[in-house]
Structure formats: C-alpha cells, structure tokens
C-alpha cells in the first residue's frame, strides 16, 4: 500500500504547458503491516512528443526508486505499469479524507481533484498543439539506451530534496563514496548536473569522485534544465547567491554532519559560487573551491563580447524572441531571421577542422558560445547534446551579459554588489576598505580551471581572477591550471577528461580533504614530532604555592573542548635554549644609515586597516623650510616594571639626556610600544589594577619610571617636541586619560599605528613614516580577537599568559614577544611548510588537542620546567583565578582562522618568528619603524610595489649587550642632492 504526496509541475506558464512532470513522493506500507519504514521516490514525464499523439503510456508508467526512510539508503529501483483496465480501477479507488460532510461532499471533492487532473492532462495530449515542442533542443532525437553508472553498491544515487527562503522545492542527489568529506557539484547555466554523472564517457565525475572515496553531492538549482518549471521563470545570479546556494549547501551539511563542504563549479554555477563567498553569504559552509570556466573577473571571446556589447538578449526581447523560440522555429520572419543568425554564428565560431553541421550544436553556439573543442567529445556525447542542454530565462542571460560587459561580477541591476570598490589600478582597489573586505572572503584553497582554446570565456579573465586573490591573500593556497586543446565545458564532459582532468582536480581537493589525506597527515605528523622533540619532559613538574584566600574560578567557553595526550620521550632536558638567544645578545653589526631618497614621482597612497582592537591614526605636519628641527628618534620596548629591565634606569637616563641637550634639532620622539610592562606578575600573584601601576610609576618604586616621566615632560613641555606614545601589547591596558596622568597634556596618545606625514611649504610630495610597535600582527600577542564575543582570555591574547609563566621563573631573560622566535624554529624544523602555510593553520586551528600541545610546548619554554596542569593562575585581585591545564583548551588559532581567514593566521605566525618580510609587503610607507620582535635591523625591503626601508631598534631589556634607538631624517632641499635617512643608532651605554 502506497501513502504518497502527487506533485505536478509545469514547464511553462498556466494550463498552456506542453510539459509535465509528476512527482510521487511516500510512504510504503508492506501488507502484512510489520512496520518498516521505506521511503518511495518516483517520477513520470508526460510530454508530447509529436503531434495527434495522446501517450497513453507517460501517462500509465512510473519510474521509482526504494529507500530505507527519507535520506536513507537505497534499496531498490523500478518501474510501476498499469493497465488500462488497472487504471480505471485506480482512478475508481481515489478517497478523499477529512470530509466531515458525507457521501456528497466526497463526491463534490473528488470531481474537483478529476477536473484539476484533467485539466493538467489536457494541454499535452490534446490530439493537436500548435504550439508543442519535442525536446530541449529539437524533436528529431530518438530515445536512447543509458548506461548503469559504474558506482559501488552504497554509493547509488539517493535525491535529497531542500527548499529555498522563497519557497522553491529543489533536488540534491548523493552519491556516497567514502569518507573524505562532502564535494558539492554545481553546474553552469543552460544545463544541468547532468553534465556530472554524464553515461556516454567511460568515467564521468561523479564515478571518478566516488573512486576517491568523495561523498559526491550533485545540485540543481532554479536553472536547471532538470527543472523545467523554474528554468523558464525568471531569475538571475542574484537569486542564486541569495536563495539557492545557500539552502542546498546546508542541506548538503545538515546531512553530513560536516561544518564546511568541498565545491566543484562550472560557468555561471561558479560566478555564483564566488558572489555569494565574496558577499559573505556562504562564510564558514565552504572549505575547498575548484572554478571552472568563469570565475569573478570574466572575459568574453570575440563573438560573446560582441553579444554582450550589443546586449542580444535584450535585443530578442524585444524582438520577442525567448530563449525557448531557438530551439523551436515556427517558420515567420523572425524565425527565419533566427535562423540565419544562429548557421551565422556557428560559421563565425568554428573553424575548418570542426566539421559540424548538427544544428543543435549550431544553436548552443548562438546562445551561449562555442562550449568545447570537437574532438574532445565522443559521438555518443555529441549525439546527446540534445539530453543535456535546454532553455533559460532571458533575465539571467541579461544579467550574465552584464557581468561579461563589466568585467566583473555585478548585481543584475549593476550595482557592485560582490566587488565593490574593484578597480584595475591596484593601488586604486587597495585603497577600497570595501575591497578588501570582501577579497578577504575569499581566503579559502581554490583552484582557477580553464581551457586553453575556451571559446565562451577568455583564459585571462579567470587568469586575473586568481592573481587577485594572490595578492588579496598571498598566505592563501591558490592554484591556476589551464588545460592544453580543451575548451569551456570539455574539461568536464570531454572523452579523455578521466585522464587529463580529474586527476588534477582531485589532486587539489586531496588536499582539504576529511578527514586528513595523506598530505594533511603527513604535515600533521611532523609537526607532532617537532613538538615532540622540542618537549620538556622533566617528571618532576614545579608546584608554586599560591596564597589561600576565597577566590572564584574563572572559566572561558574553550575550556569544555576535551584535548588528548600526546607520547614524550625520557631523554629531554628542560632547558633554554641559548644558541637562539645569541642573536638577540650578541653585539650589533651596525650598518651605516639608509639614504632616504628624495621623491620624483607622486603616488597613490594605501592607508592600513584599522580593526577593532588597534586603531590608524594619521597626523599630518608641514615643516618650516628653514627649521633645522627634522630629527625624529623612536624607542621602544623599555620593559619599564619588569624584571627583565631591572638595570635600565642609568642607560635610559643618559639616553634621554642627550635627547634633552640636542633637542633644537629633534622634530618628534616617538615611544614605540611596551614602554610598560604590565603583563610581568607571576602566576601566584594577582595582577595590579591600571591605577595601582601608575602610582608604583610616579613614585619612583620601578626603576626607569621617574627618569623616563621627568625627561618625556621636558621635552614635550619646555622644549616643545612632538611626542607620540603609541600602545604595545605589554601596555594594552593604557589609554589617553593614563597617559595624560603621566607625561601630562602635550603627549599624544596612538592606540595602534601612526602614520606621520610630512610636507615642506614648498613641496608637493609628502613622505610618510609608519610607526607600529608590531604585535598586531603577531599570532600570540595580538589583540585581534577582542572584537569575537569571549574571544579573548578575559580580553588578553595567548602571549599574557606565557608572560606570566615566564615572570614565574629564575631563568626569566626574554620579554613573550622573543619567546615564539626561539621556541617555534625548534617546533616546526621537521614540517615542510612552504606554500603550505595556509594548511598548516587549517591543520593546527581544527585540531584542538595539536594547538593544545602546541601552546603547551611554549608555556614550557617560557617556564623552563615541566608543565604543571594544577597550577593555579591568580586573574584579579578579587581572588579569581584558572587552572594552567585549562589555558591549553583556548582554540585561539582555530578562532584566527575564522576571524581572518587561515592564511592570514599563518601569515601572524610567520611574524611571531621574526619573520617581517610579509608584514612589510603590505606596506604603502616609504619607512616602517616598528620594535615587538627584538631583531635590530634596518634594511631595504619590498612594500606594496616599492621598496620600502624597515627598521628597528630591538629591546632595551637586561640580557641584551647593546642598545639602540632609530633616527630618521625626512628628505630636504636643507640636505645634500635633498635625500634623507634611516638608521639604527648604538645607544653607547
């Protein structure tokens, strides 16, 4: 007994369709009523397929398929036929339920669901239609024999239904193959996924997916020509974006139990794709992209720019001709016209050694290009093309027409929509705000397919497309591959595309994959055996006595994660590790200054991005031409307060003095950053509140306070120098009422970066400096996650507690923003990590117990003993605290990655190491003075398309043997040939 749901669905408008398609969707009840629970799908075509045709037999034949429960696994397929004498019986046996006014009711209902299925059957199988049509493309095709897919018994097709926000039933089918994770197909325009699980080649996609264990998921969307009731409808790209990918990828996830999918998509299928990554409607669902065929930055051929120029779909429009009226001529002038144009174009586009004369063919070449190169496809393909191919709705060609005449992807109205701000002059589209958070979007793996001989869309539009997200996210793995003699859609459909293609394809997504392919595992591994052997696994783990008194555990939402144990060796020796202290102790190669030369030229300038945590700010002066006061100096990383810095208060003062008695030359100081240190306080001691260390400064109780307070005051004051005091990660906590507190009204305070501009009166350029103390753009000191609710431990990064750990011991040389360069090295020598950075963040963020050995393997370094998971770490001074086990739980890199994306993360990670060069390539400055890393150094390097000079002047803390402070000159008609400098000077101390 069958309980089902009929379905009837209209290609075309009203009781005029030609078409129908009936779906059953239900429930089977086995007679002898044990309860089982299966899922019945079916589906029957009643179509006209020539006219004085009734077709009694569309109407008497259903095809379904048996599964084990909805989404379940597919136990059966067949075809139900009836009889004639079976189908009266049928009809005579409709019921009509929850009538509750008897016999006649029942039967005014039953004539109402009579004239409704009557109604629907009329239009196709009167005995005569003008106005039928024979198939998608022409009604000369023959029926054909299809192959059984090659698939395993588990993978079988099983259709999952899902409907979109505005109520469009649609239809995902999957093909389970094994356990790597979800891979979502999404076809182009004017197909359907057919085009994937193609029977006329020997491996179509689908199989190929489903050999290499993929769980396979095809998707058809509201123009599929699978959905013939929603492809003549119209719609747009917008729509797709908005409705459409969104509802199916949750689906696809919802069933999974995946958090992101893998995606594979051709033509306008990926244009959407990216619209709805760049608009960031798809954030978070999406791993892995493979785009094929057309990407964000399309170029037409020859003859598709022509028709994007003279917007043909627009111009049949008006002409009233409709996407359908192509493959259907009715003999009037219009169609005679149509005609001609379409053996017109087919000529244009192929050449001699494409002998083609299948007017299908001709058809799909004057809609939409000319899709592949001929001899990529068998003839069993070629004699398909009707089966694969069909009509549109003329909206979403306008609006592809649009996007080919803009050159980017634009909202079916034009407005900017996913690129806003784009412009082929980089330093125009770096300067949009709006750019460049939406290219962040798409920080993700993706891979740019092509056909060198594409006759659709020009390679160098999908070539542009992925140098754009190179240089958006240079961190990010992005690869471009273009495939000899193929064409648009070959790489998909063609005969040898098994051989030529996929391979590559999945080569990619073997990457991403889940759970972990082998390249994954491999790289996780190593990483495993770094941290093993950079361990400490001395058995006896220091306790610190920690003062008993009423006090409250703290918890943060990380710390339900459960973490695992990883294996240690017997034979590590808890130690620091002083070979990589020698570069930061070790006297200086002092260079001489860097001539800052004068500018030729005027540029466009690049302003950094201010986030929430660290703020840009601009300050722009104008020099006298004849002051003689040009001199900036910038210090940094003073440490004043804590126990590293115990012996500045002598070298700072006479610093500062000599300041004082040059100060008729000195333009500005800037104090770059950890001039403070509040994060010094051992974990079995509470930590002082702002005011409590302001006072312990004013006092004189911390050596180098008084000094740097009376000096900064008289060169501010009484010698009218600008000063500038902008935060470090050691001083977060300062604002511009603490500042005032202490150097009074005429120190200006920089929460983030400033960039110092400056212009003589009579000059036009203007040079700028960018000062930064650095730590924003380290993994384990920055801010960043301040802006994600709780994202912070109790609104301080991972480094604040390394601090406290490394404040803890006697072995206590390094300030936390030192400690990743020594540590990480040792940890990471074993990961072949090049290229692959972004994985390795990927890897390391969705691996909590990896980041938990990890950050356990620097809390060590930063102890030098044993890790002891008991211990207690005091937060406040009202008694609260946290158990050090659980700091290991904070997922502060998988946060990073969902925040900036993981190649960004890996990109902090790569500074945290002393690693600048990738920080200094974003940089539009003609100078960068930072401090945070403690590497003294000055050198040209590569900023955003020019060199830029980088410096800095290293920490000023006890285990260093020299010191140093930056000098830098602006360029001046007052200096030799009008050039400046940079340098690093010896502070002689």
Known sequence: ??????????????????????????????????????YMFGEKILKKNQPFEIALRDLTTLYISVYDGEGGAKKGQGVIKLGVTSLIKTIGSVQVQGVKGGTIEQMEWQLKFF???????FPVFQLYSPNYTYSSLSGNMSLRQKRILNLPEDAQPIPFSYETEDGKKMVLVRYHGGPKGPVVLIHGLGTSSSIFSLDTIDMNLVEYLVSKKYDVWCMEYRVSVNRPEYASQMSSIDDLVRYDLPAALSKVLEATHHKDTQVIAQGVGSAALLAGLLSGKLKGKIRTVISSGQAFTPQGSKSIKMKAGICLPSVMEQLGVGPADIYDAKGNWVDKL??????????????VKQNCTNPECHKLIFMYGLQWQHENLNQDTYNAIHDLFGIVNSTIMKHQATILRKEKLVGVKEEDSYLPGYSPDMSKRQASEDYRHAMLNLDVPMCFVMGSKSQVLDPEGMKLSYDLVKEANPSQHYEYLEFENYGYIDPIIGQSASSDVYPSLVKFLDMTAHPENDLMATLRNQLLRGLDDSKIKDSKKAKLHTPERPGTELHHPDFKINIDSLPIHKDAKAEVNEDALKVLTEPHDWQQPITWYKKSVIKSYLLPKSTPAE????????????TRKRDIYAIGDLHIGSNMSKGIESRLDRF?????????EVHALILNGNIFNMWDTPVNHAPKTIDEYIQTWINGQIPGAYTLIKNVKILADERRIKVFYIRGNTDHDLNADAIRTLFGDNVQFIPGCLIYEVQEDNDQHIYRIRFEHGHNADLFNS???????EGLLWNKPIGYMFERFSSTTQHH?????????????????????????????????????????LTESLFQKAHCTAFNVEQKILLDNKGGFAFAGKMLKYQYIKRLNQLVGSGETYSMLQFSTGDVDEFVGYCDEDVVVMGHTGLKMCSNKLGLGHQVIYVNGGSWTDGNKEFAYVRVKVPSNLQPKGNGLVELKHAHM
């Open 615 to 626: 703020d840009v700010k601009v300050v722009t002066v104008t020099l006298d031409p004849g």
């Open 813 to 853: 040389k390094l300030p936390t923003s030192e400690l990743p360069r020594i540590a990480l090295p040792e940890i990471l020598k074993h990961v072949p990590h090049d290229n692959l950075g972004s994985m390795l963040s990927h890897i390391v963020g969705n691996n909590p117990s990896l980041q938990a050995h």
């Open 115 to 121: 004239r409704f299925f009557l109604g629907k059957m």
């Open 656 to 664: 500062l003095q000599r300041l004082v008695s040059t100060s008729h």
């Open 1 to 38: 007994m069958i309980s089902a749901i009929m379905e009837f669905v209209s290609d075309g408008n009203g009781s005029d369709a030609e078409l129908q398609h009936v779906y059953v969707r239900g429930n089977l009840q086995p007679t002898d009523n044990k309860k089982v629970n299966y």
């Open 338 to 351: 149509l005609s001609k144009c379409i053996k017109g174009m087919a000529n244009i586009a192929l050449d």
């Open 783 to 789: 801010y960043r996650l301040c802006s994600e609710p």
